[in-house]
């Protein structure tokens, strides 16, 4: 049976066609490893020492921790590591690395909160209890207070520290606490925290039973989705710049391949020559309906001045025939009128507002215009009512009989 994982599953939910391209295509690509990776790696590694010592009766100084993060960093660092910004050097983020470490030490000092029980555990999580949608993971720190309390840490250096409401959302730690529940029985309460290290915070999160439910039959879908899935689109999004399909995918192979040719080329190149025409005739359609629209205003004004100085009300042609509305009309306060709240409650106070719930201004007008709201309310709301112009023109296509009728006898 397929063994997946959190990344696997984000991946496809983030992107199926980067997860069709690594997981199903297993398209093998050169990736760099980026500063942000390898400061994470390195952090990781030194939080872990920290408590695999500490499981030893070891507890280590904070400058013993530093000096080890230092080794480590010199140890595995390499020209390859990748920098994207250029206003920032290595040592920038040695030192936030060291900054990270130095906070979560001062916080926690003398680390007796709770009982370190695995580092870096790897755990299997049977969503049915069949082995048949199994997903693995890998818990940065599993830990245990009395009274069957059980704590699942992970570790957080990116840049952006997220609003609880999006932790709340996020279903890697709740996937883990679910594979903890299976394996310890006795578990009554699983803490899901964060420590967003850049920030010097922790978030704490809890679930229910029937939020961990919820999440296993969320779970059991998402990959019965992925494995009856046919198609795997492109889903564009800024992650698609740390994408390593990039150059083979659709959204951008043309990009790619155009960036390499000479100008000439990129010119004659025949994608770019359709797109372009494509460009240039909605840009002349446009500008076309734009006069279009002007011409029928006019024309729309030519017909109610005639209409009024013929005073007629029906304007015949010789295919259609144009009725024209000239008049007033009482509109009522709209949304953000300060009006609009005392209506409301005179509304109310008259039993009606139920008929024209949170102010149908429409629906008001046009039970005013039918007369069918009793007189003394009529004559209450009528003070919040404004004259507008009203001067329309409705075209209607000519029945045969009206387009016989009219034409010109022939001879």
Not at 30 to 47: A, D, M, P, Q, R
Not at 99 to 104: A, L, Q, S
Not at 133 to 151: F, M, P, S, T, W
Request: with cysteine.
């Amino acid at each position: 049976m397929p063994l997946y994982s959190y990344s696997k599953l984000n991946c496809y939910l983030q992107c199926p066609r980067r997860y069709r391209f690594a997981y199903i295509d297993r398209i093998k690509t050169e990736i760099k490893e980026t500063i942000e990776s390898f400061t994470g790696n390195i952090v990781h590694e030194t939080l872990r020492k920290l408590y695999k010592d500490l499981m030893y009766e070891k507890m280590n100084t904070l400058e013993e921790l530093l000096e080890y993060l230092r080794n480590q960093w010199r140890r595995k660092w390499n020209d390859g590591i990748l920098i994207t910004s250029e206003d920032y050097t290595p040592d920038n983020y040695l030192k936030m690395a060291e900054r990270f470490v130095r906070d979560y030490y001062k916080r926690y000092y003398p680390f007796n909160q709770s009982r370190t029980i695995a580092l870096e555990e790897r755990i299997i999580v049977d969503l049915d209890g069949t082995g048949r949608y199994k997903i693995q993971g890998y818990i940065d720190r599993l830990a245990y207070r009395d009274g069957g309390i059980y704590e699942i840490h992970d570790y957080k250096t990116n840049m952006t520290l997220p609003i609880n409401k999006y932790i709340e959302q996020d279903i890697q730690l709740p996937i883990y606490a679910i594979g903890v529940k299976d394996r310890y029985p006795d578990a009554k309460d699983i803490r899901l925290i964060w420590h967003f290290l850049a920030f010097d915070r922790e978030i704490e999160i809890r679930k229910d039973e029937e939020e961990f439910e919820e999440l296993r039959q969320y779970l059991i879908s998402l990959i019965r989705r992925i494995e009856h899935a046919d198609e795997f689109p492109a889903k564009p999004s800024v992650l698609c710049d740390w994408c390593e399909y990039k150059q083979i995918c659709g959204e951008y192979k043309h990009r790619y391949k155009l960036e390499t040719r000479t100008l000439d080329d990129y010119l004659s190149d025949r994608g770019v020559q359709l797109v372009d025409r494509y460009a240039e005739l909605l840009e002349k359609r446009e500008k076309l309906l734009e006069e279009i629209d002007r011409e029928i205003e006019k024309t729309k004004k030519e017909i109610i001045d005639f209409a009024k100085r013929e005073g007629l009300d029906t304007v015949y042609g010789t295919k259609a025939k144009a009725k024209v509305i000239v008049g007033k009309r009482h509109v009522f306060p709209s949304k953000g009128d300060g009006r609009r709240e005392e209506l409301k409650e005179v509304l109310k106070k008259h039993g009606i507002w139920e008929q024209v719930s949170d102010i149908d201004i429409y629906k008001l007008s046009r039970l005013m215009r039918d007369g069918a709201l009793p007189i003394e309310v009529e004559m209450e709301i009528r003070k919040f009512q404004e004259e507008e112009k009203v001067e329309r023109v409705y075209l209607n296509r000519l029945r045969e009989d009206e387009k016989r009728s009219l034409s010109p006898e022939e001879e």
